[in-house]
């Protein structure tokens, strides 16, 4: 770590947005007081929305983000390089909001609908629309959010990381632990279920 540390030059220290995540936990091990808070400034707006699409309640995604941001700090030196750091807190995220979800009485969940699939595509915003088309893009937002929050939680949580979070398949393999057979099957079979249920809701354009 210490070898990491002094190869950075002194730019590292005056612009941290330029520096990769690996060595930002390389320099944040080693005691660099910035380099932690430069990871916290990237990922904490992913992580906490993904948590809140999984939990479905604001004040309990607010806590829970603050609970994962904890113990990543915690857990720095045993991140190894090799891996991506993005599947690395991701698969933090996921196994805090999963325990969430086994503890609470409560299975309410809500998703904003995320960006393109490779299946189908969701709604995505435009400074274009008319007052009719927004309108419309909005009804169509709530229709999607309910059809999603109807599926299977082991479905929905494959759609979120899939179609919200956009990772990769083999980056859902690292944050679920699932084979990747199991991922792609699952993801299929999501799909499949909410493109029927746009089809009995009469949703013809996603």
Same mark, same amino acid.
């Given at each position: 770590m210490?070898?990491?540390v002094s190869?950075?030059?002194?730019?590292f220290?005056?612009?941290?947005?330029?520096?990769?995540d690996r060595?930002?936990?390389a320099? #944040?091990?080693?005691?660099?007081d910035g380099s932690?808070?430069e990871?916290?400034?990237?990922?904490?707006?992913?992580?906490s #929305?993904y948590?809140?699409?999984?939990v479905?309640?604001y004040?309990?995604?607010l %806590?829970?983000?603050?609970?994962?941001?904890?113990?990543?700090?915690?857990?720095l030196r045993?991140y190894?390089?090799?891996f991506?750091f993005s599947t690395?807190i991701?698969?933090?995220?996921?196994?805090a #909001?999963? %325990?969430h979800l086994r503890?609470s009485?409560?299975?309410?969940?809500s998703?904003v609908a995320?960006p393109?699939? %490779?299946?189908?595509d969701l709604?995505?915003?435009?400074?274009?629309l008319?007052p009719?088309?927004?309108?419309e893009r909005?009804e169509?937002r709530?229709e999607?959010?309910?059809?999603?929050?109807?599926?299977?939680?082991?479905?929905?949580e494959?759609?979120i990381?899939?179609h919200?979070? %956009?990772?990769?398949?083999e980056e859902?393999?690292?944050?679920?632990g699932?084979?990747?057979?199991t991922v792609?099957?699952r993801?299929f079979?999501a799909r499949?279920?909410m493109?029927?249920?746009f089809v009995d809701?009469?949703?013809t354009?996603?």
């Open positions: 210490k070898a990491s190869s950075v030059s002194s730019t220290y005056r612009d941290l947005s330029a520096v990769s060595e930002l936990v320099t #944040a091990v080693s005691g660099f932690f808070e990871l916290v400034r990237r990922y904490q707006r992913p992580i #929305a948590v809140y699409r999984m479905g309640n004040e309990s995604a %806590d829970l983000t603050q609970e994962i941001f904890i113990k990543v700090y915690n857990s045993r190894r390089a090799e991506k690395w991701y698969k933090i995220a996921h196994n #909001a999963v %325990d503890r009485a409560t299975r309410e969940q998703l995320g393109e699939g %490779d299946t189908f709604p995505i915003e435009s400074s274009r008319t009719e088309q927004e309108s909005r169509r709530v999607i959010e309910s059809v999603v929050r109807s599926l299977p939680a082991n479905y929905r494959l759609i990381l899939r919200s979070q %956009d990772l990769s398949y859902i393999v690292e944050v679920t699932l084979p990747l057979g792609k099957n993801l079979r499949e279920m493109r029927q249920q809701k009469g949703i354009c996603v």
